[in-house]
């Protein structure tokens, strides 16, 4: 009776504890302590430190629920064992870069976020923001620690406890059983926010690590999970000198488009849309209980996965401009659709996590690239053609004449089909990586539509010049080797282009050009590309179409009504080129010495990769060959060896001859020099 007694009155001592706010500035420069002690709520009791002396000598006294600190001084070596677990660490600097890797030093058990130092208002509001969960959890470890000092046991079971509790409550007062099931709910509500903290961390250590957009990508099945959602859309705000401002979505629905499928998903501003209404008004937007008939925007209608029961709409904001919305869709819980909807936990959620998203789409510019491949959008790509042919005009440079290049991949439907849309769009970066190194400094590529590229060669003084720029690009992607390209007619993947040459007497003033202006010529370039892939026309039989060898390239020409045979100006070699290398080639002309019976031989590199080298010499290099090499660098050589893939005369009359190299029995230092020079060229 004593001990049930003791123990009745241990618990009733318990109660829900009121903690102070204590919180502590731990920085040298008396201005931005005084900035930060304005941030602070007016609740809670603010203290100062210029030293991590000073620091100590209070923490001796006070157990301090927060810690503000300079990130020079937030080192965890510096600090560790002066604060108590239950210290959050809000970490303060002008600098992004190095409040973030201060905060990576610390555990990951401790609360540690980051502050960068702004005048802007939805700076300051993102700090209180911080601040305000900093003291949540600082408070909520407290609580969990004066949980576990009145009860006997370390860890609780909690479905076992909720089952005890019920079996005996008719035994003890009922006061007793509630203030038990107060504690046990503590412990589980710190238990999740614990692993919910875990899970915001990781996401935003992907944003902050994204250095392409595919990593930006991979983040929306994250914040889908994190906020437990049915799908994610990122919009990008986009303006040309044609239209007014639109949202064009980087990703709908979690997946990620081709340029022709963004037209059923643009939305214009002045639209009745949820989207349209919050980059409008610049709020949030969040609606429950969505019906068909409810005048919902027809495209999330027929466009989403699944129907549209629930929405939040969060405009991201860069610098207190617009740059997008982040649309998440259909709150579930247990697998069902909540018919709640998402709630102001979520809210808070997304709109923190909408500040960071806005920080790598202006890092990675994605409002002027392609999200898939990292080349350029075609509304920018028009805007700098537009902008070089003026600036050229202003300078009165001689070179006025110009090519607009269509490029196809031929039969990427057969590949699409075969191995799916997530190998498509492997293909596809690494196939404008292909694109973009061969091209030269003045030129501008941009991807135009699903496997569709659009090039602007400036310079370009005749036909057979821009046949010859053309030409090099579809060799390089001819001898690229591309996972699984054996399923592809002729064993490889190739493309074909369409030309058409222009020069700027063809506008009545070069500042009358305009996007339609070249719209107009990329149709030509189009036209030219369907007769250099055989597409039906009224000049090809059915027949003459299906016996077509595609990989080829035609020229527009105005002055005919009619395509002649000798239209398709190149075509490709009767066979493929055996050499097929895996790395990409850069175009150097440097010294590669070979050994054979006669002694020593040089050539020079035509182009050259981590995995090989094509070089061009007086005589001709023994195929199927391994020889000795020295490989020149700029100040720098190396010896490996070398199979000799191919080698044959040159075209013409000229006595020269190429060969094809592989490298072998390369050292790994070797390797790094070599990686360390093709690293340059880039």
Known sequence: MDKSNSQKNSINNYRVRSFPKDILILNNNSNEAFFLDGLCPDTARVHYAPSIDKAASLAKSLDFNVLIADFSLASYSLLQGIFKNTTSIIITGYSEKETINTARGWPQNRFATT???????????????????????????????????SADKKEIDYKKAF??????????????????????????KYDHFRKERLKIETLLKKLYMANDV??????????????????????ILEET????????????????????????HIVRLNDDDFAAQSARLTKIIRSAGIKKDAGVSSRYQQQLNSPLYSIICIP???KNELIGVLEVYNKKKDQQFAPQGFDQIDQDTLIHLSEHISIAITKLN?????????LLRPEPFFEKVIQKIIQENKRHREEGSYALVMGDVDWFKNYNDRLGHESGNRLLRKLGGILKVSIREEDFLCRYGGEEFLFFLSGIENEEEALMFTDRIRKNVEETYFDNQEIQPRNNLTMSFGITNFSKDKFKSPRSINTENLKHLVNEADIALSEAKGKRTSFLSKKEEKAFEKNKISVYHRRISKPEKSSFLIKPDAKFPEEKRRYPRYYSSIPLIYKD????????????????????????????????????????????RGHVVYSHKGNGHLSYYYAGIEFTKMSLENKKMLGKYLNSLS
Do not use: M
Not at 367 to 373: A, C, E, G, S, V
Not at 603 to 631: E, F, H, M, Q, Y
């Open 316 to 318: 991201i904001i860069y």
């Open 366 to 374: 994605l409002i002027q690239y392609d999200p898939l491949t990292g």
């Open 163 to 188: 089952y005890e509790i019920n079996k005996i409550k008719k035994f003890i007062k009922s006061s007793i059983v509630k203030e038990i099931e107060k504690r046990i709910a503590f412990q589980a």
């Open 115 to 149: 502050f960068v130092f702004s005048q802007s208002e939805s700076s300051k509001s993102s700090f209180r923001r911080s601040l305000e969960t900093a003291i949540k959890h600082s408070h909520l470890l407290l609580e969990v620690q004066a949980l576990k000092k």
């Open 214 to 235: 595919t990593s930006l990508i991979d983040t929306i099945s994250d914040i889908k999970e994190l906020i437990n959602a049915s799908g994610t859309t990122i919009y």
């Open 241 to 264: 000198r044609s239209s007014d401002k639109y949202l064009k979505p980087l990703v709908w629905d979690d997946s990620i488009l081709s340029h022709v499928d963004f037209t059923k």
């Open 597 to 640: 019976k006669k002694g020593h031989e040089a050539t020079k590199t035509i182009n050259i990769s981590r995995g090989g080298a094509k070089v061009s010499s007086n005589i001709l290099i023994p195929p199927d060959k391994t020889l000795d090499l020295i490989v020149v660098l700029t100040n720098k050589a190396f010896e490996c």
